[in-house]
């Protein structure tokens, strides 16, 4: 199984920009898909999360500004973020845990990371 992340880019304060994450392999379901980023010199953070019903929780500094979806039959999660502040500057990685293969057991993977970087 792998993560191929992509979206990341330069942006201005304000503006927006759309991640996606497509989880490839051989797949019979992953329970939950979510969003970490790291910034120079701090530890990694969870941005939001999506189960596989749908339910979606936020980090308190991205509520009302980032959304989180999933498309389950394209194993793939997206992050739309708007109203972007130079704070969110930051390696977003995505994160796909519980992944149910043909192999059994339930694993954990991460993406290779994408660059956002907000210009003030």
């Known amino acids: 199984v792998q993560l191929q992340a992509s979206g990341g880019g330069l942006v201005q304060a304000g503006g927006s920009l759309r991640l996606s994450c497509a989880a490839s392999?051989?797949?019979?379901?992953?329970?939950?898909l979510g969003w970490y980023r790291q910034a120079p010199g701090k530890q990694r953070e969870l941005v939001a999360g999506?189960?596989?019903?749908?339910?979606?929780s936020y980090a308190e500094s991205v509520k009302g500004r980032f959304t989180i979806s999933r498309d389950n039959a394209k194993n793939t999660v997206y992050l739309q973020m708007n109203s972007l502040k130079s704070e969110d500057t930051a390696v977003y990685y995505c994160?796909?845990?519980?992944?149910?293969?043909?192999?059994?057991?339930?694993?954990?993977?991460w993406g290779q990371g994408t660059l956002v970087t907000v210009s003030s």
């Open positions: 994160n796909a845990a519980g992944v149910h293969t043909p192999w059994g057991g339930a694993s954990n993977y």
């Open positions: 392999g051989i797949i019979f379901s992953i329970n939950t």
């Open positions: 999506i189960t596989g019903g749908g339910s979606a």
